[in-house]
């Protein structure tokens, strides 16, 4: 399958190198149902289009008053009224200070927060669960790297393995700068890493935003030519790196005014919200649509194929990690010396075991260690107790319940001392 893949490719001349030109165009601000006598901005909507989420300003009624910061306020749509319905702030927990959806999941079940004071230290973001009409009290997401001088803005992607920030870095060029971040297989978050000086300037550059199909990085800048105050510009993926940026574009006077425009967001592939204060001093919330140049529809609907291919490609490539028959066989699991950092060659069988786990939702692991070699002194029992609990995190990063997983200290191994202190075993409980 995988050749035939290759063939569909190859078969697409100048398939690879496509571009599509989008025109952001009919922008109109939003009514005074969402949009008050306060400021409004970064506005993200639902999956399913029926709920906006959104910040506000200098309300009275915000959690911590009106100069406690921003508060997280929500609109259903009315569709018997065609408009946003009465917005409110008690849905999602707000905290004096400053408080910013800043992503929701794929399902719209999840929602990341910011929760930020400006006296203190930011240590990660946080996560809420949609359960029933409830949304569930925010835990925290620890990240690294995170700066707390100046502004600091994030952006979560649906899939949570992307988070773009804007912030004052160590090795920023100016003002703020955009960083990314990757969580790994092992579900940790890597140091935030700055874009480089294709994006950057000495100005600043904010409110990123990262399209569904991860191509496209929208953000506001004071630092690249535009119309006047900060413009909305965006930026492509160059040869699937996360680290090759198309020169950033301006997206022209149909969205960018005179004064300041920013926090870009789309749904689906026709519709997007942005903030402005074009029309006062105070921030408004406007909407607009993307409509595709008619001589480019044929290449998207290529594109789109591409895409699709890909996404096939990538299916098989993790499938074959799986090929390994699991029911019947045991693994070991190896740990670099005297840490609980796994072996590089591991967390792909790690990842293999959580994959079967998942669809076969009554089976367990076994994992078995060899007690004798790995806890003969108090130094190595709690390095034991460390893999044990890194492994577990591990397993859990990829949904399986620590009450599927079965310990056991009695592993009788014949394996050199060496490698029974650095490793454990792994085999399928039916």
Same mark, same amino acid.
């Given at each position: 399958?995988?050749?035939?893949?290759?063939?569909?490719?190859?078969?697409?001349?100048?398939?690879?190198?496509?571009?599509?030109?989008? %025109?952001?165009?009919?922008?109109?601000?939003?009514?005074?149902?969402?949009?008050?006598?306060?400021?409004?901005?970064?506005?993200?909507?639902?999956?399913?289009?029926?709920?906006?989420?959104?910040?506000?300003?200098?309300?009275?009624?915000?959690?911590?008053?009106? *100069?406690?910061?921003? /508060?997280?306020?929500?609109?259903?749509?009315?569709?018997?009224?065609?408009?946003?319905?009465?917005?409110?702030?008690?849905?999602?927990? @707000?905290?004096?200070? @400053?408080?910013?959806? #800043?992503?929701?999941?794929?399902? !719209?079940?999840? %929602?990341? =927060?910011?929760?930020? #004071?400006?006296?203190?230290?930011?240590?990660?973001?946080? *996560?809420?669960?949609?359960?029933?009409?409830?949304?569930?009290?925010?835990?925290?997401?620890?990240?690294?790297? =995170?700066?707390?001088? !100046?502004?600091?803005?994030?952006?979560?992607?649906?899939?949570?393995?992307?988070?773009?920030?804007?912030?004052?870095?160590? /090795?920023?060029? !100016?003002?703020?700068?955009?960083?990314?971040?990757?969580?790994?297989?092992?579900?940790?978050?890597?140091?935030?890493?700055?874009?480089?000086?294709?994006?950057?300037?000495?100005?600043?550059? %904010?409110?990123?935003?990262?399209?569904?199909?991860?191509?496209? =990085?929208?953000?506001?800048?004071?630092?690249?030519?535009?119309?006047? /105050?900060?413009?909305?510009?965006?930026?492509?993926? &160059?040869?699937?790196?996360?680290?090759?940026?198309?020169?950033?574009?301006?997206?022209?006077?149909?969205?960018?005014?005179?004064?300041?425009?920013?926090? *870009?967001?789309?749904?689906?592939?026709?519709?997007?919200?942005?903030?402005?204060?074009?029309?006062?001093?105070?921030? /408004?919330?406007?909407? !607009?649509?993307?409509?595709?140049?008619?001589?480019?529809?044929?290449?998207?609907?290529?594109?789109?194929?591409?895409? &699709?291919?890909?996404?096939?490609?990538?299916?098989?490539?993790?499938?074959?990690?799986?090929?390994? @028959?699991?029911?019947?066989?045991?693994?070991?699991?190896? *740990?670099?010396?005297?840490?609980? $950092? %796994?072996?590089?060659?591991?967390?792909?069988?790690?990842?293999?075991?959580? @994959?079967? =786990?998942?669809?076969?939702?009554?089976?367990?692991?076994?994992?078995?260690?060899?007690?004798?070699?790995? &806890?003969?002194?108090?130094?190595?029992?709690?390095?034991?107790?460390?893999?044990?609990?890194?492994?577990? &995190?591990?397993?859990?990063?990829?949904?399986?319940?620590?009450? $599927?997983?079965?310990?056991?200290?009695?592993?009788?191994?014949?394996?050199?001392?060496?490698?029974?202190?650095?490793?454990?075993?792994?085999?399928?409980? $039916?």
């Amino acid at each position: 399958m995988v050749k035939y893949a290759i063939i569909f490719l190859l078969l697409i001349p100048g398939i690879a190198s496509a571009q599509v030109t989008l %025109i952001y165009n009919d922008v109109k601000v939003l009514s005074k149902a969402v949009n008050s006598d306060y400021e409004e901005s970064m506005p993200l909507l639902s999956p399913d289009g029926t709920t906006l989420y959104f910040t506000r300003f200098l309300s009275p009624e915000n959690k911590g008053g009106e *100069f406690s910061g921003t /508060d997280v306020w929500t609109s259903r749509y009315d569709v018997t009224k065609l408009d946003w319905g009465k917005p409110n702030n008690t849905k999602i927990e @707000n905290t004096p200070g @400053n408080n910013v959806v #800043v992503g929701v999941g794929n399902k !719209g079940d999840v %929602i990341y =927060l910011q929760h930020t #004071v400006a006296s203190r230290d930011v240590f990660g973001i946080y *996560f809420s669960k949609k359960v029933g009409n409830e949304w569930s009290r925010p835990e925290l997401v620890p990240m690294k790297g =995170l700066a707390s001088e !100046g502004f600091l803005g994030i952006y979560v992607s649906p899939e949570f393995d992307v988070i773009f920030l804007s912030m004052k870095g160590s /090795d920023s060029r !100016g003002e703020e700068d955009l960083y990314i971040s990757l969580k790994s297989v092992t579900g940790q978050w890597s140091e935030p890493k700055n874009l480089g000086t294709t994006i950057n300037t000495t100005g600043f550059e %904010i409110s990123p935003y990262l399209s569904s199909d991860k191509t496209k =990085l929208y953000f506001s800048s004071n630092g690249h030519a535009g119309q006047g /105050d900060a413009d909305i510009f965006v930026s492509e993926r &160059q040869y699937g790196s996360w680290e090759v940026w198309s020169p950033p574009k301006n997206l022209g006077p149909a969205v960018n005014s005179k004064k300041f425009d920013a926090y *870009f967001s789309m749904y689906g592939d026709s519709t997007f919200f942005f903030t402005s204060n074009r029309a006062g001093k105070m921030s /408004d919330i406007y909407r !607009g649509s993307i409509t595709i140049d008619d001589g480019k529809k044929e290449q998207m609907k290529l594109d789109s194929l591409v895409n &699709q291919t890909k996404d096939l490609l990538n299916q098989l490539r993790t499938s074959t990690k799986s090929m390994v @028959n699991l029911e019947t066989s045991k693994n070991l699991i190896v *740990f670099d010396d005297n840490t609980a $950092r %796994i072996a590089a060659d591991s967390e792909d069988l790690i990842e293999t075991y959580a @994959n079967y =786990l998942n669809k076969n939702v009554k089976a367990r692991v076994f994992v078995e260690y060899d007690s004798r070699a790995m &806890q003969a002194t108090k130094a190595q029992q709690k390095l034991t107790d460390d893999r044990i609990r890194r492994l577990k &995190q591990i397993l859990k990063s990829y949904g399986v319940a620590e009450s $599927r997983v079965v310990m056991s200290s009695a592993w009788a191994s014949t394996q050199p001392d060496n490698v029974r202190r650095n490793s454990v075993q792994l085999s399928i409980l $039916r």
